[in-house]
């Protein structure tokens, strides 16, 4: 092959590229990996993180983790999982990242690698798994901070991906659940940075978090914009709510539908952030937004079938992760722990992490059905090792 006409055809393809960019989007020429490696001339360094999640364990484990009610795919299989939601991540992000030409590569790249590290049982599993890890001293458990985890220290039999900082930053930095008005990148962010960031979070405390890129900031805001709506029509079908329920004002300035509550709330990011260096809704949107996702947490989150869900899995989590820290304290090497993780992993991630930590690891990394499968195991009769 010819690897110098190969570079030419490259380098005219960043050219064009960075002439459609807006001043304020993340340039190829800026990405940066804590461990270099040659140029691939087909591909810029932020399509290359986008296919390394892509073909990770991790991205092939989305379709089969819960959204946000847990045990429903088992009699419909239409409710939401955590693929669907990232894939409404992404799709949203590439609308609001082309009308505002920023760099569609990295925001990919960030919408699809952004909840590698959630649990089974979406955000029930979280916090069920969170008590285990704080039992344990290894600090609470956080999905943003497992997905970096996942691509720095699991994936790839423990090498990790060695992803670029921009789209690293951008996993660890999407939070959907706080909300803003404005969104405005930190572009002096550093690995110290997100070093002290995540010793925060295990701890406790809270910390002002933002991406270091715009790009990260709009899958910030599309994570909200793929939830908010999804989830009631999710609740509609489940007959948990009616339609007709959700607050008249919020139906008639969001709308009353998936559809309609995307389609506002894009514009809106849209016409308040073009030619900003920020991403943004008007106060007026922002407004109904918050009002709706709190109408969202105190019917549909904490409804009386998800609180039974969360008790199962609450008494489930514990039982598993300490039968896991067990069966590597006595060394039993039938354990799934061992024939489906640990000896898949390298001398440095065993050597570098506590046995808290691996069964943290392993559990976050299953699906609803295995993990189910796994509970079965040790507490039906006859099914120890």
């Known amino acids: 092959m010819d690897k110098i006409e190969l570079k030419k055809i490259y380098e005219k393809?960043?050219?064009h590229a960075s002439n459609y960019y807006s001043p304020f989007a993340c340039h190829n020429k800026n990405a940066f990996r804590l461990k270099k490696e040659d140029t691939c001339y087909m591909r810029t360094p932020?399509?290359?993180?986008?296919?390394?999640?892509?073909?990770?364990?991790?991205?092939?484990?989305?379709?089969g983790k819960t959204q946000v009610f847990s045990f429903t795919n088992m009699f419909d299989e239409e409710t939401s999982?955590?693929?669907?939601?990232?894939?409404?991540?992404?799709?949203?992000?590439?609308?609001?990242?082309?009308?505002?030409?920023?760099?569609?590569?990295?925001?990919?790249?960030?919408?699809?690698?952004?909840d590698l590290g959630h649990s089974p049982f979406g955000h029930d599993g979280e916090?069920?798994?969170?008590?285990?890890?704080?039992?344990?001293?290894?600090?609470?458990?956080?999905?943003?901070?497992?997905?970096?985890?996942?691509?720095?220290?699991?994936?790839?039999?423990?090498?990790?991906?060695n992803l670029t900082f921009q789209v690293r930053d951008g996993i660890i930095s999407h939070d959907g659940e706080v909300?803003?008005?404005?969104?405005?990148?930190?572009?002096?962010?550093?690995?110290?940075?997100?070093?002290?960031?995540?010793?925060?979070?295990?701890?406790?405390?809270?910390?002002?978090?933002?991406?270091?890129?715009?790009?990260?900031?709009?899958?910030?805001?599309?994570?909200?914009?793929?939830?908010?709506?999804?989830?009631?029509?999710?609740?509609?079908?489940?007959?948990?709510?009616?339609?007709?329920?959700?607050p008249e004002d919020c139906a008639e300035y969001l709308g009353n539908t998936n559809s309609q509550i995307i389609d506002n709330l894009v514009k809106?990011?849209?016409?308040?952030?073009?030619?900003?260096?920020?991403?943004?809704?008007?106060?007026?949107?922002?407004?109904?937004?918050?009002?709706l996702k709190k109408f969202n947490y105190l019917r549909i989150y904490t409804d009386d079938n998800v609180k039974k869900a969360r008790t199962i899995i609450d008494k489930s989590m514990e039982?598993?992760?300490?039968?896991?820290?067990?069966?590597?304290?006595?060394?039993?090497?039938?354990s799934k722990i061992f024939t489906q993780f640990l000896n898949r992993k390298n001398k440095k991630y065993m050597n570098t992490f506590s046995i808290a930590e691996k069964a943290r690891d392993f559990i976050a990394?299953?699906?609803?059905?295995?993990?189910?499968?796994?509970?079965?195991t040790y507490l039906l009769p006859g099914s120890f090792y």
């Open 179 to 246: 909300h803003h008005t404005v969104l405005k990148p930190n572009r002096k962010k550093t690995e110290e940075d997100i070093r002290i960031y995540t010793e925060k979070k295990k701890s406790g405390k809270k910390a002002d978090w933002m991406p270091a890129t715009l790009e990260g900031c709009i899958v910030r805001i599309s994570d909200t914009i793929a939830y908010i709506g999804q989830d009631i029509e999710d609740a509609i079908r489940l007959n948990i709510l009616k339609r007709e329920e959700i």
């Open 365 to 376: 990394t299953m699906t609803d059905r295995y993990y189910n499968e796994e509970i079965k």
């Open 268 to 291: 809106s990011v849209i016409l308040n952030s073009f030619e900003k260096d920020f991403i943004a809704f008007d106060d007026e949107t922002s407004h109904y937004l918050l009002k």
């Open 46 to 63: 932020f399509a290359v993180d986008r296919d390394r999640i892509l073909h990770s364990g991790a991205y092939r484990r989305y379709q």
């Open 13 to 15: 393809n960043i050219e």
């Open 127 to 161: 916090v069920a798994l969170s008590k285990s890890c704080m039992k344990y001293g290894i600090g609470e458990f956080h999905h943003n901070i497992q997905s970096l985890h996942i691509v720095d220290n699991i994936a790839h039999q423990g090498y990790g991906l």
């Open 319 to 334: 039982i598993l992760f300490e039968q896991y820290m067990q069966d590597i304290e006595k060394k039993n090497y039938n």
């Open 81 to 114: 999982n955590r693929s669907l939601h990232t894939t409404y991540v992404s799709q949203i992000s590439r609308t609001v990242g082309k009308m505002l030409m920023m760099n569609l590569e990295l925001v990919e790249a960030i919408a699809l690698g952004h």
